[in-house]
């Protein structure tokens, strides 16, 4: 065989074997891409709502993450909110384009995209339990658990709605702290029609108009109280408690039917002293400052839970409706995706001075059931005494209906309950039955 031939395919077997041992040592090292980055580097989207505290918050968050996360980048987007928040999400998911996780997300929403297969179920993240427990959400995150046992948005904050009273009325009628039960509210407006014929309890158009979200902050509110908290609805049924809807029926029936409640549009009625009492959040003091800042805490006006049925066990907590949003992450996301979104929401939400940081910046009060005890928070709250009840009472509010038609849910109770009782079209029992045959349908 001629030599030159022998050398050339020599060469040619030990460069194969080379060119191979390269790539199977590429392939065991996990050899990094031409482009520099490593296989464990990931670009992660967050939608913040469309309010700038929100942004400034995510934002900071993100940069404070990601100069300790050389290999995350975290890109923050104020959500699109044309025609809503809500169906901008459905539309990007619809098309592709969502992003790896969001805030702004209430249970009734979160129901839809349960339904949709769109989101993860957090509580199978790894160290769920362990970020619940440090956040202190232990009491408060049951009322997330959805009807198949798993628990998909991580709350962010929790307005526990309240009742306000005008102080300053209530002494005048001999009174020096509301009224806590039904009769008591009965009484109070019996002395109140005596001395200020104008005058009402409760003043709220609202309760006429169908609305379907103004059903939290009337009808939801009265009822978690009175009914401690349980679900209208619960997967496919009706899980209501039954009498305590009643009640709650027959509480407005009653004040409508002793004119101690105006249905008429009045301008801030309860700000001007035509009513005494208006269910509020916190969002309500700031306008009250810049307006009504005649309006002081224990001197013209007190906070209250909701007043409950007379046979309400003496001493029990008290529930009352939250309006409370937080956040998902979505399935359409990739896993390794999914994984440093989680990682970055636990780093979020493992540090009380995040949340002191989101309670100073969106002034929305953060989802602990020790806001109002841990001393993280005690220099701002004292600023801010009128946020320390909404803070004590985070652990008894209640989150909005998990079913994912709850839109419909609520409009059919204006139209079947809450309007017709309170026009006294008709008794509450009776209008009870007909919501519940009127929504059956809607639950599948």
């Known amino acids: 065989m001629d030599r030159s031939a022998t050398k050339l395919r020599t060469m040619i077997r030990c460069g194969l074997l080379v060119l191979t041992t390269s790539i199977l040592l590429a392939a065991c090292s996990g050899g990094a891409p031409a482009t520099g980055m490593t296989n464990s580097?990931?670009?992660?989207?967050?939608?913040?709502?469309?309010?700038?505290?929100?942004?400034?918050?995510?934002?900071?968050?993100?940069?404070?993450?990601?100069?300790?996360?050389?290999?995350?980048?975290?890109?923050?987007?104020?959500?699109?909110?044309?025609?809503?928040?809500?169906?901008?999400?459905?539309?990007?998911?619809?098309?592709?384009?969502?992003?790896?996780?969001?805030?702004?997300?209430?249970?009734?929403?979160?129901?839809?995209l349960i339904n949709d297969q769109a989101i993860l179920p957090l509580d199978q993240m790894p160290g769920w339990g362990d970020l619940i427990t440090a956040r202190h959400m232990n009491q408060s995150i049951t009322s997330w658990k959805y009807s198949d046992g798993h628990t998909y948005v991580l709350p962010i904050y929790t307005n526990a709605i309240l009742l306000a009273w005008r102080l300053d009325l209530l002494k005048q009628l001999g009174y020096?702290?509301?009224?806590?039960t039904y009769s008591q509210v009965m009484d109070l407006g019996t002395k109140l029609?005596?001395?200020?014929?104008?005058?009402?309890?409760?003043?709220?158009?609202?309760?006429?108009?169908?609305?379907?979200?103004?059903?939290?902050?009337?009808?939801f509110t009265l009822y978690d109280a009175a009914s401690n908290g349980q679900g209208l609805t619960s997967g496919n049924k009706v899980s209501a408690d039954d009498q305590s809807a009643i009640n709650t029926l027959s509480f407005m029936r009653d004040l409508a039917q002793k004119k101690q409640l105006l249905t008429q549009t009045a301008v801030d009625p309860f700000e001007t002293g035509t009513s005494v009492m208006s269910i509020i959040g916190p969002w309500q003091f700031t306008y009250w400052q810049q307006k009504y800042p005649q309006l002081k805490l224990n001197k013209t006006y007190v906070l209250a839970p909701p007043p409950v049925p007379d046979s309400y066990p003496a001493g029990q907590a008290i529930k009352t409706f939250a309006d409370a949003k937080g956040i998902?992450?979505?399935?359409?996301?990739?896993?390794?995706?999914?994984?440093?979104?989680?990682?970055?929401?636990?780093?979020?939400?493992?540090?009380?001075?995040?949340?002191?940081?989101?309670?100073?910046t969106t002034g929305l009060p953060s989802a602990?059931?020790?806001?109002?005890?841990?001393?993280?928070?005690?220099?701002?709250?004292?600023?801010?005494?009128?946020?320390?009840?909404?803070?004590?009472?985070?652990?008894n509010a209640?989150?909005?209906?998990?079913?994912?038609?709850?839109?419909?849910?609520?409009?059919?109770?204006?139209?079947?309950?809450?309007?017709?009782?309170?026009?006294?079209?008709?008794?509450?029992?009776?209008?009870?039955?007909?919501?519940?045959?009127?929504?059956?349908?809607?639950?599948?």
């Open 41 to 112: 580097s990931q670009s992660i989207t967050f939608w913040a709502a469309p309010n700038p505290p929100q942004q400034a918050f995510w934002s900071g968050m993100a940069k404070q993450y990601m100069a300790q996360h050389a290999d995350i980048k975290i890109t923050v987007r104020a959500m699109p909110e044309s025609p809503s928040s809500e169906a901008a999400i459905q539309a990007a998911l619809a098309g592709g384009t969502g992003p790896t996780a969001s805030e702004n997300i209430f249970t009734g929403f979160s129901g839809q």
């Open 176 to 180: 020096d702290k509301p009224p806590q």
């Open 193 to 219: 029609k005596q001395k200020f014929p104008d005058k009402f309890i409760w003043a709220r158009g609202e309760l006429t108009q169908n609305t379907w979200w103004q059903r939290w902050f009337d009808f």
């Open 328 to 360: 998902v992450i979505y399935k359409q996301a990739s896993a390794a995706q999914q994984q440093a979104m989680w990682q970055f929401v636990k780093w979020v939400f493992s540090n009380p001075a995040h949340d002191l940081q989101w309670l100073q």
């Open 368 to 395: 602990r059931d020790d806001l109002s005890a841990n001393t993280v928070f005690k220099a701002y709250l004292d600023q801010h005494p009128e946020l320390a009840s909404f803070a004590q009472n985070i652990p």
């Open 398 to 444: 209640v989150p909005p209906l998990t079913a994912p038609k709850y839109t419909d849910i609520q409009v059919a109770l204006g139209d079947d309950a809450v309007i017709p009782v309170v026009k006294g079209q008709i008794a509450p029992d009776k209008a009870w039955e007909n919501w519940k045959k009127a929504v059956q349908p809607l639950l599948g």
